[in-house]
């Protein structure tokens, strides 16, 4: 069956500590990964994509098929990383969400 | 990146009533997507909407309940029939990316059944 896990409802960490925000998957196929972030009052956007291999405001993503994980990392967080993070999988035409992690940074 | 808008952007309705949502693209787009988010819940994937065919549903979502319109290839609709409490949810269409997968997603439409 094809899911995104997102084992942490919530993540509090203090500013300038390392943060690592947790995905796994289940998916048959050749998986295609993405993070996406809802600030407060914003609509959802797009983070990162794992194909890009790309870092997006200090977040890095490795995709670890033997692990099936897909974990968000950013060593030193900010205030402003504030927001709820969505891990996604891209099945066919539709994306399959993970049920969200709401990470809050406190100074 | 394409600008996406969704009217209305919150609405409350009483059980039994209808409510289309509108979204409107900025630029032609081939494939549209409609998803539900239910309080404390993730996206779910309503059903995907071409221009010119039927809208493909997902398993647990049927065209009586949310027919779908997408008269062409910037606009479409979703409508919630026969709303009950359960139908509080945010709705929201998004369209793809031109480069990779991604999906790109409007601001929503907040639901509340009374």
Do not use: V
């Given at each position: 069956a094809q899911r995104v896990t997102q084992p942490e409802k919530l993540l509090s960490v203090f500013k300038g500590a390392p943060v690592e925000l947790k995905c796994n998957y289940s998916y048959s196929g050749s998986p295609e990964l993405f993070w996406y972030v809802q600030y407060s009052r914003q609509r959802l956007q797009l983070l990162?994509?794992?194909?890009?291999?790309e870092s997006i405001k200090g977040f890095t993503a490795d995709l670890n098929k033997g692990e099936t994980s897909f974990h968000l990392k950013k060593p030193f967080a900010q205030e402003e990383d504030s927001a709820m993070y969505y891990c996604a999988l891209q099945a066919g035409t539709a994306l399959i969400f993970g049920k969200g992690t709401t990470l809050s940074v406190s100074s | 990146s394409a600008v996406i808008s969704q009217k209305p952007s919150r609405d409350i309705c009483q059980r039994g009533t209808s409510l289309t949502i509108q979204c409107q693209v900025d630029s032609q787009v081939t494939m549209m997507f409609w998803y539900r988010q239910q309080p404390g819940q993730s996206l779910t994937l309503i059903a995907t909407a071409n221009q010119g065919s039927e809208a493909t549903y997902e398993s647990g979502f049927v065209i009586d309940k949310f027919p779908i319109s997408?008269?062409?290839?910037t606009f479409s609709t979703l409508t919630v029939s026969n709303?009950?409490?359960?139908?509080?949810s945010i709705y929201l269409c998004s369209i793809k990316g031109r480069s990779y997968n991604e999906q790109f997603f409007g601001p929503g439409t907040r639901l509340t059944v009374l």
């Open positions: 990162l994509r794992h194909i890009s291999r | 997408r008269p062409n290839l709303m009950s409490p359960e139908d509080s």
